[in-house]
């Protein structure tokens, strides 16, 4: 498959292909596109052929602005710009984020208004094209100027210096880059700062981390189903008209996902029991309301993602109409942090939801004749797996406080307000992670739990669910480590697949 690039926009799905389902990416033969990118380039230099002071190209850059910089140094000096911000810290991102760092750079600048040679729209699509993927430090970003540091790392692979990702090894980017026969690109001014100044590694990580929290979405949804079948649960609470009567699109839709779960159980609405409550318990009854408002925090998430994917987000820009030259601040990440933020409290939330359940099945008040280990005989059974469980949400909500709310005054006070987006989507993917991982310690405790019941009487949704998890984690028949069951049961729900 082949994602063809020009200046109309780029849909998540089609991102998706090519970050994580490794499509190609095409620069379209259209015409008029190419015109105007060529066109844009034409401004910048008849600018500063006629000595128009252009920032960052021919003065300094952020609180150095009033410094001029020489014709004939201009070029070392956009070097310099890339040199000086390689003091990224910390794990790199993943093969798949840098792909999506490298696109979503690709479709900003391919807008033609960034003042770049169509040559470096073919360089960028041929690191796609070639899977030559930049290491990059996650940290080091306030998400002010852009994520300038991060993609430093871009901007320096395209050069033929420092490391990338080639064939699954870290190599010298020089060396992948001769491996499949392309040269260094050589930049021109103001390019490395095109490359280097947006908002384009918060806005791939965010993408990414929304991706593979809905995903995770629908397997909360079918384990809070398997959840109110082994705890012999009732399912009035998700009747149509309850979430019609309060019909917030992800609550409805979530409802009717659980609804679908349970259709064919036989282990529902059992007949009324002296002393039981006539309603199940919150984490059981609510758990459209808690996944709904989630599902449609992420809807919002993903309008801004599409739109900030598609911005210009560096400057000066370029009006090819015009032939201006604007100073703005599309560098500021200040859309994705706030999503993002908002994206990794409804991970917590949904973690806390987990865990509650959890919760439940080992409480011999609640859990309907279950023994607390949830196994048939007498050793510990899940009970060290739920404090796994509980101290994986405390994680999580520990890692809930909003970056966007953290700005730090940086480079001379020049940036004096700043978005942490970078940051903002990094814990966002944090919480997703760890999520995933509370998530499988109950989906190993709820397949204990059916055990105990009248399997044959589990809706066909929540047999298969089981199936899918004995996989990797089979019942227990004594105590024994379950390490490596949350790891296999995490990788499985996590899978960082392409678009259905």
Known sequence: MT????????????????????????????????????????????ALGNGQTIYGVST????????????????????????????????????????????????SLSKGLSAVRFSLLEALSALLNHDIAPIIPRWGSVGASGDLTPLSYVAAVLAGQRRASYRGRRVDAARALAAEG????????????????GTSVMTAVGILAVH????????VENASALA??????????????????????GQVESAGRIRHALRGSRLLDPPPQTGRPVQDRYSIRCAPQVVGSVRD???????VLQIELNSVNDNPLVDPATGDILFGGNFFGGH?????????????????????????????HHNMGMPETLVPYGGCGVKGLQMTCSALTELATHGTFPDSALSRSTECANQDKVSMGLQAALHASENVSLLA???????IALSNAARLRDESRISPCGRSLLQQVRKMSPVLMRDRPLDADIARVAAWLDAAEAPR
């Open 297 to 303: 925090a992420i809807t919002w998430a993903k309008q």
């Open 437 to 443: 991982k509370a998530l499988a310690t109950e989906m």
């Open 3 to 46: 994602i063809n690039i020009d200046d109309r926009d780029v849909s998540l799905a089609s991102f998706l292909q090519v970050a994580v389902g490794g499509a190609r990416v095409g620069l379209a033969p259209n015409r008029a596109w190419r015109g105007r990118v060529a066109t844009g380039r034409e401004i910048l230099e008849t």
């Open 60 to 107: 300094g850059v952020g609180n150095n602005s009033s410094r001029g910089v020489d014709h004939a140094a201009q070029v070392d000096y956009a070097l310099s710009i890339m040199e000086q911000h390689g003091c990224g810290v910390g794990d790199p991102l993943s093969p798949v984020e840098s792909r999506g760092v490298v696109f979503a750079r690709l479709i």
């Open 182 to 197: 392309l040269a260094p690109f050589s930049f021109a001014p103001k390019e490395p700062l095109a490359v280097m100044n």
């Open 212 to 219: 593979r929290f809905e995903r995770l979405i629908e397997q």
């Open 228 to 249: 109110v079948e082994v705890l012999l649960g009732r399912s009035q609470a998700f009747a149509p008209l309850v979430h019609d009567a309060k019909p917030h699109p």
């Open 336 to 364: 994705p942090a706030l999503v993002m933020d908002t994206i990794k409290i409804a991970a917590a939330s949904v973690a806390d939801l987990v865990d509650r359940q959890f919760a439940l099945l080992v409480d011999e």
